[in-house]
């Protein structure tokens, strides 16, 4: 069996608590919440905190609400939490769509939204044990110095993966970051950066608290998945769109593309060609097709990158069709 | 071999013995067992594909905490293997490292973890040497082969035979196709990683237990390499938590921890991670295939000529054996007169590939039908039809010597021909709908052991004792499949007892007789023939003592429900307990035996030993699919087949073999591929030893399956039972490739099917360029002239001939 490293677990209460230990700590701690990625990484020692500080018994991060301003989850909330919420399942049908199609059933009571929007990227060179590593002389991401995918590229190209991404941030979701310093909000398009290394821009000692989805307010969304089984499968493509129509004409739209790039890509050309005009046939082609533009997947995940490229315009179609005709 | 007597017990569909404990999680495998002062071990695998190793240092690691022993390849410089052919493996790399997770050296330490941590402060200093990563690498000259046997440079071995006068079958035909596909490798994924126990006692003698299909051939290679006598060694096969033939081979953990309890006097274990499984591998070969084959205006087959290319990976393991079977089974289902098959087999440094649910014959039946397939489209033939029309016949001798008993693939065939609306349906669904057909064939049990010798391939002890009770001993080694189950029903329903009341004693080298092991579907037949001759004898020991008791002849003596009686007057008669002193009173103490052997083959021409069985199990599938051309992805809705088992002696067992045959079947159909890089370093790694990377369908992809049994009762058979375990996993793969045809149009001529190359497929059509993906080319492979066999029908006699036959009977 694959065994975890040794490492000292904390069990804060409070967030404060949780800040102060961590600024105790430095940089050799990690926050975990349902530790469904973190831990299989520290098997793999992708990862090697010395001390993990678990998030599971803070109760302000396990909030779920709804109200006037629309839907706050904390981070903590477990997928299944949000999968099975009455408010959310009618606000934001697109987002617990996206949600119920993490992982699996057991992983979903573990794995929480923040975790998830705070996943590790993704690469086959990378998430692959020790000795695997080793055999390959490590890369860029851990322990090496090259990029295995694209030995000339200065930077690491692992891949965004999570799914809720996408679709929360076509829904103008924004996130809450605590550190000693005291909380900020930005949009959470704003949390990540197109690095496979430095996928965020959050400061290793922020805690991220909550993740707030303003109401609908004539907004609908889609979120389309490409991945191998429809049992479990990280996406290796994903779509998230979302429309807001003045009588029969798009007036606004956010699309993004997730799992082809280290960040969510934002396909603002695709939205320029949607402006203004009705969601049919033609304007659905020719955002699709501007949206394929953008997509740019490397050979590190499943399916041949060629075919993912070629499958964005489809995907991008898929799901501006979904508010074609459901909006 | 069965008995007469109208069955109560062998054809239900009764619960297996081992249901309960499985349900519950209390059967004991072998990760479950602890004993006290138990160490653990842990192996540094290689982290070069190929590289000579020249020094390695041990010190560091033997110091580090909790560490008890360090073993090398110098403490274990005997080799072994499964094949007596191929002994090219040692249980720690002496001198060079053939593949990426090659075990150069064994920690044994007080925890798990510390065994973990120590492997670090191992140091390991190799000398690289070129890495082989493909079937076309390992067919080019070789500085320096992988191994210093085989038939030249990385060519572990080339095989040529003929079968009749194929030129002349050639030039008799009306048509001559020749295409060449290709078969990725894939691996079994068994659920339960392999794990083992030594325990090496005070009494000088060794206890494995180990989650192996093949327990006799464990104990006879820890008998040479550790170099003791065989009768000091006990191998106990623990419960296989899944096997699909990747627990056959005899492994290096299993040696490495009897050593290390041998030094270190205590129990040693290793459970494998999943990254190891996959580094232990044995599974299917990737295969490189063209096929040549004539054929008359409606159908009929006048020659065939089958050429493969197999990329065995870095030792021999089975692979001899598989190449052979690459070419043995094609002329089972369809007459084929004339015959020509070339293999070979190349060292490439990955893990070893060996025998896979199915052993060398999914790749040529994949080929073989879809080849089958092209010809009906092409001759505008109904691909069920061409089929039908030209079944090889029951109790026949086929081109190559392989001896037909009953043979139910028509049936098979007409059930599923009936049951998918083939007739109305196939060819004539909206386009993106289509339905594709295949069949196949598989041994019921190798004829010949896999070391050459004259005892019986399986034996069974049975002893009754004065309580009525009855413990049944067989060397069989349940794997999941239901083996332990069919010998308590076997027994069972001689002695009119229930299976439930039964003791088994299996797969435990000190306890039970020999049976070969679980491989090649033969336990049923074999320890099933076994187990009634050792009933039989039993019931016609305690059967003479209540007839006597009775004063009836012993011919009337019936038993039933736990109650040995007048069969003309039931009441008359008494328990089988009471029976069971009768008997023991009279003959003193009870106990009997049975074994198997199966006959003799037909074919006496060298390699005539790989193909022959005492029966051949035939299925057929016919496969819906529904395919978005925009994309390529396609789904499979629904699978209806039909399987020829002879006769079910549990009906539920033999649905769950043929369904879960489909479902492996699919997964290689649809997706799984055990890839490699070869870019990165120039190291040739396994692209992602995971299961969530290796992709294989979950429940949730499996489809509704339509299941049809044909009992077809094969004289050979326990009841006329023939196999169920891999035969129905075999049509699959060339069925959905098929069905893809009819929906799209494009032929895929590469397993798996994805949908990345199905949308390949069809750009190249709408490009006009042919309409298929597939091998591009056969690679030049340098076979032998074949030897030449006449065919029963040119009046051969099984033998090898020195020169090519002519029809006409003489030598070209
Ligand atoms: C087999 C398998 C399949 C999977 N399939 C999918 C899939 O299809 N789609 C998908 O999106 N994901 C998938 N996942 C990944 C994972 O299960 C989910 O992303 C899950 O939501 C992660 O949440 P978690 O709470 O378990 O994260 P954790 O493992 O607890 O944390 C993830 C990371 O975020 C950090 N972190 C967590 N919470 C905070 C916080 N509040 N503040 C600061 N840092 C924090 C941790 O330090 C860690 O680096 C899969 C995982 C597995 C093992
Ligand atoms: S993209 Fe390159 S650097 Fe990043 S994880 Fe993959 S191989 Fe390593």
């Not at chain 1, 929480?112 to 390959?136: F, K, M, S």
Request: charged fraction near 25%; include cysteine; glycine fraction near 10%.
């Amino acid at each position: 069996m694959m065994r975890l490293p040794r490492f000292r677990y904390f069990a804060p209460t409070s967030v404060k608590e949780a800040l102060r230990i961590r600024a105790g700590e430095g940089e050799s701690a990690a926050f975990v919440a349902g530790g469904t990625d973190l831990y299989p990484n520290m098997k793999r020692r992708q990862q090697t905190p010395k001390t993990v500080i678990g998030l599971s018994r803070i109760p302000s991060l396990a909030r779920l609400r709804a109200g006037a301003d629309g839907l706050r989850i904390g981070s903590a909330v477990p997928l299944s939490e949000i999968e099975n919420h009455r408010k959310a399942r009618r606000l934001f049908p697109a987002l617990v769509h996206a949600v119920s199609e993490i992982s699996t059933p057991p992983l979903r009571n573990m794995g929480t939204l923040g975790g998830n929007v705070l996943l590790d990227t993704r690469c086959n060179y990378y998430d692959q044990n020790y000795e695997w590593r080793q055999a390959i002389d490590f890369c860029m991401k851990k322990d090496g110095t090259v990029c295995w995918v694209a030995p000339g590229s200065p930077k690491c190209l692992a891949v965004q993966s999570a799914d809720s991404v996408p679709i929360l941030i076509a829904l103008r979701a924004r996130a809450v970051l605590a550190s000693p310093g005291g909380e900020r909000e930005i949009p959470l398009e704003e949390l990540y950066a197109n690095d496979g290394i430095r996928y965020l821009t959050k400061r290793p000692d922020e805690l991220l608290t909550e993740i707030r989805i303003p109401p609908p307010d004539g907004w609908t969304a889609s979120y389309r998945k490409l991945r191998r089984r429809g049992a479990f499968d990280f996406p290796v493509l994903a779509v998230g769109a979302a429309v807001r129509r003045e009588g029969d004409r798009v007036a606004e739209s956010r699309i993004l593309l997730g799992a082809v790039a280290s960040a969510p890509v934002r396909a603002s050309r695709a939205e320029a060609v949607l402006a203004g005009r009705p969601l049919d046939g033609a304007s659905i082609r020719e955002a699709s097709e501007a949206a394929a533009v953008v997509s740019r997947p490397m050979d590190n995940t499943d399916f041949s990158f060629l075919w993912r490229k070629e499958m964005t315009g489809q995907w991008v179609g898929m799901a501006l069709g979904d508010l074609s005709r459901g909006g | 071999m069965s008995s007469r007597r109208p069955t109560r017990i062998v054809g239900r569909p009764f619960t297996r013995v081992d249901g309960a404990a499985k349900v519950t999680g209390q059967t004991k495998f072998a990760d479950d067992l602890a004993l006290p002062r138990m160490l653990h071990c842990k192996l540094l695998r290689a982290k070069v594909a190929h590289a000579r190793i020249l020094a390695i240092d041990v010190s560091k690691a033997l110091a580090a905490p909790g560490v008890v022993a360090v073993a090398t390849g110098r403490d274990l410089p005997v080799p072994f293997g499964i094949l007596p052919v191929s002994q090219d493996e040692h249980a720690l790399c002496p001198d060079r490292v053939r593949y990426v997770g090659d075990p150069v050296a064994a920690i044994a330490a007080t925890s798990e973890d510390a065994a973990f941590d120590a492997l670090d402060l191992v140091r390991v200093e190799y000398e690289p040497l070129p890495p082989v990563g493909t079937i076309e690498e390992g067919l080019a000259p070789a500085a320096v082969p992988i191994h210093d046997h085989g038939d030249q440079g990385n060519i572990h071995k080339l095989v040529a035979m003929q079968f009749g006068d194929v030129d002349e079958g050639f030039a008799r035909a009306d048509r001559v196709y020749d295409n060449t596909y290709f078969y990725e490798g894939n691996t079994h994924l068994a659920l339960e990683q392999h794990a083992s126990v030594a325990d090496f006692g005070p009494d000088g003698k060794l206890t494995l237990w180990s989650s192996t299909q093949t327990p006799h051939y464990v104990h006879r290679a820890l008998a040479k390499v550790l170099g003791m006598p065989a009768s000091r060694i006990r191998v106990i096969a623990t419960p296989n938590g899944g096997g699909f033939g990747g627990k056959s081979d005899v492994f290096n953990h299993e040696i490495v921890v009897a050593h290390l309890s041998r030094v270190t006097g205590r129990p040693v274990k290793i459970c494998l991670t999943r990254e190891e499984v996959f580094y232990c591998h044995r599974g299917r070969h990737p295969t490189l295939m063209r096929v040549r084959t004539g054929v008359k205006k409606d159908g009929a087959i006048t020659a065939l000529h089958f050429q493969t290319a197999l990329d065995g990976g870095g030792y021999g393991s089975y692979g001899v054996a598989s190449t052979y079977y690459t070419g043995a089974l094609q002329t089972v289902t369809y007459r084929v007169p004339t015959y020509r098959f070339e293999g070979a087999r190349v060292f490439t440094n990955k893990p070893p590939c060996g025998p896979k649910r199915g052993h060398g014959t999914p790749q040529p039946r994949f080929a073989l039908e879809a080849e089958l397939d092209r010809i009906a489209c092409d001759l505008g033939l109904d691909p069920a039809a061409i089929r039908r029309e030209h079944l090889q016949p029951a109790n026949s001798l086929t081109a190559n010597y392989l001896r037909v008993g009953s043979m139910g693939l028509g049936a098979c065939i007409d059930k599923v021909v009936a049951a998918s609306g083939w007739k109305k349906r196939r060819g004539k669904l909206p386009f993106g709908r289509g339905l594709g057909i295949a069949c196949s064939s598989y041994l019921t049990g190798a004829g010949l052991p896999i070391y050459w010798n004259q005892m019986p391939q399986s034996g069974v002890q049975l002893k009754v004792d004065r309580g009525g009770g009855v413990t049944v001993f067989c060397g069989s080694t349940e794997i999941g499949q239901g083996s332990d189950t069919i010998l308590a029903a076997i027994v069972a329903e001689i002695l009119g007892i229930d299976p439930l009341d039964i003791r088994l004693v299996t797969g435990d080298t000190d306890l039970t007789p020999v049976d070969l092991g679980s491989y090649s579907s033969r336990v049923t037949l074999m320890t099933g023939n076994a187990a009634i001759q050792a009933a039989e004898r039993a019931r016609e020991l305690i059967a003479g003592a209540v007839a006597k008791k009775l004063e009836l002849p012993p011919e009337r003596i019936g038993f039933a429900e736990g109650r040995v009686f007048d069969v003309e007057n039931p009441e008359k008669g008494m328990t089988f307990p009471e029976a069971a002193v009768a008997g023991e009173s009279l003959h003193g103490t009870l106990g009997t035996v049975g074994h198997y052997r199966p006959p003799p083959s037909a074919g006496r021409y060298r390699g005539a030993g790989v193909g022959p069985s005492p029966a051949y199990s035939y299925s057929a599938a016919v496969v819906e699919v529904e395919v978005d051309p925009e994309t390529g992805i396609y789904a499979v809705p629904k699978i209806w087949i039909a399987h020829d088992v002879g006769k079910c002696i549990n009906a539920a067992l033999v649905m769950g073999q043929v369904e879960g045959s489909v479902y492996m079947g699919l997964g290689e159909a649809m997706m799984e591929e055990m890839a490699y890089r070869t870019d990165a370093n120039r190291n040739v790694v396994h692209k992602f030893p995971s299961v969530l990377e290796y992709k294989s369908p979950t429940t949730l992809e499996m489809p509704e399956v339509e299941t049809f049994l044909v009992e077809d009762p094969d004289p050979n058979g326990p009841y006329g039972a023939k196999e169920v375990g891999q035969g129905p996993l075999l049509p699959i793969p060339p069925a959905v490739a098929n069905a893809v045809y009819d929906a799209v149009g494009v032929r895929v001529d590469e397993v798996p099917v994805t949908p990345e190359k199905v949308r390949r497929a069809l750009k190249a059509k709408a490009q006009g360029k042919p309409a298929r993906v597939g091998p591009e080319r056969f690679p030049a492979v340098p076979y032998p002239e074949p030897i030449h066999v006449r065919t029963p029908e040119e009046g051969g006699d099984g033998k090898a001939e020195d020169a090519p036959v002519t029809a006409a009977g003489g030598v070209r």
